[in-house]
């Protein structure tokens, strides 16, 4: 019996650049079915890449994952997540924390008295050798939020939550190397973002505005009567509500600036008085934590805004006036269509577009319920699959694919890639956060630093102990193994879809380890 004709030897080199440039542009063959039907009907292959959109990555199980719960009991739990608890080695890790075992006030107080006292020391040998220490501990403590980030994106059930956890902290950009960030920026993810990440918009968008992380980088704790400072104003309306195009003036984001006036951080010792100020005032002044509203440094004549006088006064005018933004239509269509640039991609149908600001006006900002509208319209259906990785979504979710529930020795490597791939956590410089659209990583220096990438997960490096930083050698490594991707279920329901280079590519795999990294390196798996 005559055997089938074998594809052509190819070149290793000629496999990886076929691939590669393959990833970076558009995917056929992975178009999914459209229409409304029920997720309850839908084949392995959709609820597999249903559980790439929704999660950080679907694990090696793939879709059998969802078999005691059912598609739609899952989306369910996952719009309202119960608490969820990590693994066990996980979560020690987090509570082994300083920024677990400290609350941030007395850590930012700490810094702040250190940083001050190096400054003050009599020669410039101690200064600079208290300064260097003080900063090694503030990267300590931006490290660990990091790292805590990591690790609840890999391990938690709740990962819709952390997946808009990072939407939001996006959307709310803060730069953690900005003065004294690096130590807010774990307690700003924590207790103003991530509890709200599935809830009310306006709850969160009052969260963001009272964190001395926000105050501090868009520079509103100098904002003062007479010294106005329109920073986080204009920001609040460009960036975080009512978009570029959003129909405000210049003189609205003045008469914000004047608004916030007063708004802004204590770093006094709890407990101790307030600073001196008019008796008339003293009933306006709010300490909660580092935030601080200083009725003396607030501008009390009347505003208008967006066409509306304001009612309220001292700090209830901010908020009269952030109910007034997160209500406004402009900011309806504005933060759906990015929640729909980050869970659907490029170019989102205007349809959809129109359904999820509808429900997010109709349900006063109501996140969760946005996100069931999104996940069940037919545009979203579409686009599984299609949607390409940024790097955030490409290392953590070849690192759940290869490892699953497994807690890996450490979150160094995935930070480390993130840091090669130009997406690091709390590292984006500007208030806009990281681009959402393909074009922005799909360039020819992202998909060669993929490969890399995707060859040390695909040989098991992330199961290597992380270097000492004393440089000596710590103890033995163990055999890294390559994980069984060829295996999984997840590879099995995918594989029939897969285009011809791909399967010609990976048939020219020598080894497992070979075959991981074309795989990872594929535009299949480029694309969620």
């Not at 409304?36 to 009907?41: C, F, G, K, P, V």
């Not at 969160?204 to 920073?231: C, K, S, V």
């Amino acid at each position: 019996m005559t055997s089938p004709p074998r594809p052509a030897p190819l070149r290793r080199r000629t496999v990886l650049a076929g691939l590669l440039g393959a990833a970076a542009g558009a995917l056929p063959g992975l178009a999914c079915a459209t229409g409304m039907e029920a997720w309850s009907t839908a084949d392995e292959p959709t609820l597999a890449r249903l559980l790439d959109r929704i999660t950080w990555g679907c694990t090696a199980q793939g879709a059998k994952a969802l078999a005691p719960q059912g598609a739609q009991a899952c989306l369910a739990a996952q719009l309202r997540p119960p608490p969820a608890a990590l693994p066990r080695e996980a979560q020690a890790h987090i509570d082994a924390m300083t920024i677990s075992r400290v609350p941030a006030e007395a850590l930012a107080l700490e810094m702040d008295a250190r940083h001050r006292a190096a400054k003050a020391l009599p020669t410039e040998d101690a200064r600079k050798a208290a300064l260097k220490a003080w900063q090694q501990d503030m990267r300590a403590l931006q490290q660990e939020a990091a790292e805590r980030f990591v690790l609840r994106a890999l391990y938690t059930p709740a990962q819709l939550r952390e997946k808009m956890t990072w939407f939001w902290m996006n959307h709310f950009n803060v730069f953690a190397g900005k003065g004294s960030l690096r130590a807010l920026v774990g307690d700003y993810e924590e207790h103003a973002v991530r509890p709200h990440a599935l809830g009310r918009f306006r709850d969160l968008l009052g969260a963001t505005a009272r964190h001395p992380a926000m105050l501090r980088y868009l520079d509103n704790a100098q904002n003062a009567a007479g010294r106005i400072n329109e920073n986080y104003a204009r920001e609040l309306m460009e960036l975080h509500t009512l978009g570029v195009d959003g129909g405000y003036s210049q003189q609205d984001v003045q008469q914000l600036a004047r608004v916030l006036t007063g708004v802004g951080v204590s770093l006094r010792p709890p407990g101790e008085e307030p600073p001196r100020m008019k008796p008339a005032l003293r009933r306006h002044y709010v300490r909660q934590g580092l935030f601080e509203f200083n009725p003396q440094r607030h501008d009390w004549d009347p505003k208008t805004l967006l066409g509306q006088p304001l009612r309220a006064e001292g700090l209830a005018e901010v908020d009269e006036a952030l109910d007034r933004l997160a209500r406004a239509p402009a900011t309806a269509r504005f933060v759906t269509r990015k929640i729909a640039l980050f869970l659907v991609g490029d170019n989102p149908p205007p349809a959809l577009l129109q359904t999820l600001a509808r429900t997010f006006e109709r349900t006063d900002g109501d996140i969760a319920a946005v996100l069931e509208a999104l996940f069940n319209a037919p545009g979203f259906r579409a686009s599984l699959g299609q949607r390409f990785r940024d790097p955030v979504h490409y290392v953590l979710a070849a690192l759940r694919l290869a490892h699953g529930d497994a807690v890996l020795p450490g979150a160094e490597p995935a930070l480390a890639w993130l840091q090669r791939l130009a997406e690091p956590l709390y590292g984006r410089a500007t208030p806009d956060g990281y681009p959402l659209d393909a074009a922005a990583w799909s360039g020819s220096g992202q998909m060669s630093t993929r490969f890399e990438i995707a060859r040390a997960i695909g040989a098991g490096a992330a199961t290597a102990p992380a270097p000492r930083e004393d440089g000596m050698a710590g103890p033995a490594a163990p055999q890294r193994t390559p994980p069984p991707l060829a295996q999984s279920a997840y590879v099995r329901a995918l594989q029939p879809a897969w285009s011809t280079a791909t399967r010609n590519a990976l048939a020219q795999a020598a080894s497992p380890r070979e075959w991981n990294l074309l795989f990872l390196a594929s535009p299949e798996f480029m694309h969620g």
